[in-house]
């Protein structure tokens, strides 16, 4: 392939790049807001606490198996998820699962196993507790990104280039 076909190609595709660039639109645009259902395909954002390097012993060192006292495990369960009510109740973020799975990791329960013995009335759980201070782990944030058009298209330009090599 000649340098000015090749050329000619890589011309026209940054064309093509910005003129899509410039004519696509955002991504809230095609969201409907003003359903309170699920959509299929519906996405959801990131969690503002990183469950991560919470400090699971709460939970892990008072609900043991086999018998999963419900008393001491709800006890246990709202003393680590009160602080965090508004996030975990937030159907737009991951936080709930989040939390779930990092709970049934470390603690190694049945999955269900606080949906099915924690209940206190229609509403779930009751929690009085106010929202923590401050994490525990501050060097534990979390940074959340997303890559660019123009770094994508050319990463995959150098990809395409280098094959051609």
Request: overall charge neutral.
């Amino acid at each position: 392939m000649g340098r000015g076909k090749l050329f000619s190609w890589f011309a026209l595709f940054f064309l093509l790049l910005s003129v899509s660039a410039s004519t696509s639109a955002s991504d809230g645009v095609f969201n409907s807001f003003t359903s309170t259902g699920r959509n299929l395909l519906q996405t959801k954002k990131a969690c503002p606490v990183n469950f991560e390097f919470l400090n699971y012993t709460i939970i892990t060192s008072q609900c043991k198996g086999p018998l999963y006292p419900p008393d001491q495990c709800c006890s246990a369960f709202k003393e680590f998820a009160c602080p965090y009510v508004e996030q975990i109740n937030d159907v737009t973020t991951v936080c709930s699962s989040t939390m779930f799975s990092y709970i049934n990791l470390y603690g190694k329960y049945p999955p269900g196993l606080f949906a099915s013995l924690c209940r206190e009335g229609k509403e779930g759980l009751a929690c009085t507790a106010l929202p923590p201070s401050t994490p525990e782990n501050a060097s534990g944030s979390q940074l959340i990104c997303n890559p660019s058009l123009l770094l994508m298209a050319t990463a995959g330009l150098l990809v395409f280039l280098l094959m051609l090599l």
